[in-house]
């Protein structure tokens, strides 16, 4: 597209030339095993490379020293055993034309000492950081020595691996940024007080590493533009470190993010949700870029190509991190340089893939299940070989649209039946107030590509069973969705759902108590809105904190507006009973530790105990069905879907999904919707 042909210029580092400005930055989802790679990672950043991403780095925070824990399931730096898995990868990734690099780092502060080899965390002082709560050892001489060879040594692995270049990590969740900055480093000797001093650890890394990899091979570093903290490094203090480094010629590059990742509100500046606007840390990176002469790589939420244009146009940076964006659709480029912008599946910035690492669990995209699946799953969907099927889906929220979707683009005849007046399902409740508006666009995206695909949509129709079976179907697909629930306790009938208030049907009361046991982003949503319209509101939770489903870069955002609004937190209380007193309700709190009770007067009370299945109609259609609605699970575990009959006068399969099945999330429900639909 001619608005973007400056993202579609080469660039070209020493020996490294990357055939254009899109780079998927180092970062690990998650995905190796006991710190070795695997086929399922292999193909996850091949896929990107397919999908036209210029560079691919992967192996972030590959780790250099045997005190590294590997706590986000990072590859393992510290063994020759690594070069065949940095070989495998980077063919993998060459053989699609992309250029590719390895990011090591050493964690000091953020390393536990309770995993792997049971050895203390180390760091430049004693300063504890609250995301991973070790108390690090101060590094002594010896110590700084051995890790500033350890990451020379990990260097010359990649190297040997046939990767493309390697970057050494300096943010201040790195160790070299700890030194770097004065909040984690308060030494007096030759690696503290002074910038010289903070830098020279940084330097012996740089200096050491370049003797083992050579002066022809591509060496960068990444760093924060900011670190936001009082006390701490600003713009211009990083500016000057930028210069020092790259004036020394022992960096090639530098690539740039923002923040000081050390406690949730920190984490969430540093891997910002929807909470924050587009880019917002490119001003920072243009002022770094302004004032040294090597190329600029900046990341952090570029999600849409225009602005990545801007960035590059202006000369503000050369290569755009959209990472994030190419985890929602790893074939972004290729479909934006085919002109079919309209088909890039996007990045909203609901961070359900950093929120799942940061609790040690593999990174998911929310409403893009393939991604890390591409072993089962097709990113961009095939026809199928067999005879065309006319497919039924009912309910068009993210897992009947994902089901409907998928359905069509197998080249099936698909007819979808919504009860209300728009697709979408819960992610309207979700998006139409509050902070979390874009989730919109997930709905807007399936919806256009259903439409694009010819799906037969028919809105305002709650369809029953005769209106199924007259569409003649081979297959029906019920995402008819749960119905919310209040609570358990006694009196639960005067309770108001969180639905109710998310829609607008009904108003937030003056003097609200909302019990929120279900623990996800509805609850505090709900109560961030009604403080917003006026309410006192207290927010009462059995658990130890509020919100515990809510991962911790998108627990930063809504707990910044509870507070910012008054909303009082009450955790480790149950609500036990609800009963009318006058024209005000008396709700009844028990300790979940001591059984004590207290009373709360108020004016509404708002529950949420999550969903139950809304299966009427399910019910209604399995004695008709090839399988009586059973389901092989372990089969749809491995992705397989049984075709045999286990009801010979059955006429059409039949299938339930998302909350029609259990009250889970998006991603849950899109994948039930994709392991099915993808084998029809």
């Avoid at 890790?147 to 300096?170: K, L, P, Q, S, W």
């Avoid at 874009?438 to 010819?454: E, M, N």
């Avoid at 081979?474 to 006694?490: E, K, R, W």
């Avoid at 339930?656 to 259990?662: H, K």
């Amino acid at each position: 597209m001619p608005a973007y042909d400056v993202l579609f210029q080469p660039l070209t580092i020493k020996q490294m030339t990357v055939p254009n400005r899109f780079a998927s930055t180092s970062h690990q989802p998650g995905y190796p095993v006991s710190g070795r790679t695997n086929e399922r990672y292999i193909r996850y950043e091949a896929e990107k490379a397919r999908g036209g991403v210029g560079l691919v780095q992967f192996g972030g925070a590959t780790t250099v020293s045997v005190e590294n824990c590997y706590y986000y399931g990072q590859l393992d730096g510290t063994s020759d055993d690594i070069i065949d898995d940095f070989r495998r990868m980077a063919d993998a990734i060459h053989a699609h034309g992309s250029a590719c690099t390895v990011q090591i780092t050493h964690g000091g502060r953020r390393e536990r000492y309770d995993m792997a080899n049971w050895i203390p965390a180390f760091a430049p002082s004693c300063r504890r950081e609250l995301m991973h709560r070790a108390f690090p050892a101060a590094l002594e001489a010896h110590d700084i020595h051995r890790i500033a060879h350890d990451y020379a040594t990990a260097a010359r692995r990649v190297r040997a691996g046939g990767v493309d270049g390697v970057e050494i990590n300096c943010i201040p969740p790195g160790l070299i940024g700890q030194f770097w900055s004065p909040i984690t480093n308060t030494r007096n000797d030759e690696y503290g007080g002074s910038p010289a001093n903070r830098m020279r650890f940084g330097f012996e890394v740089l200096e050491q590493t370049r003797r083992l990899v050579g002066e022809d091979y591509v060496v960068g570093m990444r760093f924060t533009t900011d670190e936001f903290k009082p006390g701490a490094l600003d713009n211009e203090a990083l500016t000057e470190i930028a210069m020092a480094y790259a004036q020394s010629g022992l960096v090639d590059y530098v690539s740039l993010v923002g923040g000081h990742s050390s406690d949730y509100r920190s984490t969430h500046e540093m891997y910002p949700t929807m909470h924050v606007g587009s880019a917002p840390y490119l001003p920072l990176a243009a002022a770094i870029k302004e004032r040294i002469d090597v190329p600029v790589l900046h990341a952090t939420r570029f999600t849409d190509a225009a602005t990545a244009a801007y960035a590059v146009e202006a000369g503000f940076i050369d290569l755009v991190g959209m990472t994030r964006a190419f985890i929602a659709d790893p074939h972004h480029v290729n479909k934006l340089r085919e002109s079919n912008e309209d088909d890039i599946r996007p990045c909203v910035g609901a961070t359900y893939c950093i929120d799942r690492v940061t609790v040690g669990m593999e990174s998911l995209c929310m409403h893009n299940v393939a991604t890390s699946r591409e072993q089962h799953l097709e990113q961009v969907v095939t026809p199928s070989k067999s005879a065309a099927k006319t497919v039924v889906v009912v309910g068009a929220g993210p897992g009947g649209l994902e089901a409907a979707r998928i359905s069509a683009a197998r080249g099936h005849r698909v007819i979808l039946f919504e009860a209300g007046s728009a697709v979408g399902g819960q992610l309207v409740l979700a998006s139409k107030r509050g902070w979390r508006t874009d989730l919109s666009s997930i709905v807007d995206w399936l919806g256009g590509q259903a439409d694009k695909l010819g799906v037969e949509i028919h809105l305002n129709c709650l369809v029953e069973r005769d209106e199924v079976l007259g569409c003649e179907p081979d297959a029906v697909i019920v995402a008819t969705g749960g119905l919310p629930v209040v609570g358990h306790f006694q009196g639960a009938a005067l309770a108001t759902t969180t639905w109710d208030v998310l829609s607008g049907q009904v108003e937030p009361g003056k003097d609200i108590l909302l019990f929120d046991e279900a623990g996800t982003h509805a609850g505090v949503t709900t109560a961030q809105i009604a403080a917003e319209a006026g309410a006192s509101v207290e927010l009462v939770s059995p658990d130890r904190a509020q919100a515990p489903e809510v991962g911790f870069v998108n627990l930063a955002p809504h707990m910044t507006e509870l507070y910012r609004n008054g909303v009082r937190l009450t955790p480790d209380q149950r609500l036990v009973e609800v009963r009318q007193t006058g024209n005000k309700l008396t709700a009844v709190l028990e300790n979940a530790f001591t059984s004590t009770r207290s009373e709360r007067v108020v004016d509404q009370v708002i529950g949420d105990y999550g969903t139950v299945p809304n299966d009427d109609l399910y019910e209604e259609l399995k004695p008709e069905a090839h399988n009586l609605g059973q389901l092989d699970v372990d089969a749809l575990s491995r992705f397989e879907l049984p075709a045999e009959s286990v009801n010979p006068d059955g006429s059409y399969w039949l299938y339930r999904i998302g909350d029609a099945w259990a009250s889970r999330n998006v991603h849950a429900a899109m994948l039930d919707a994709a392991r099915i639909c993808q084998r029809l």
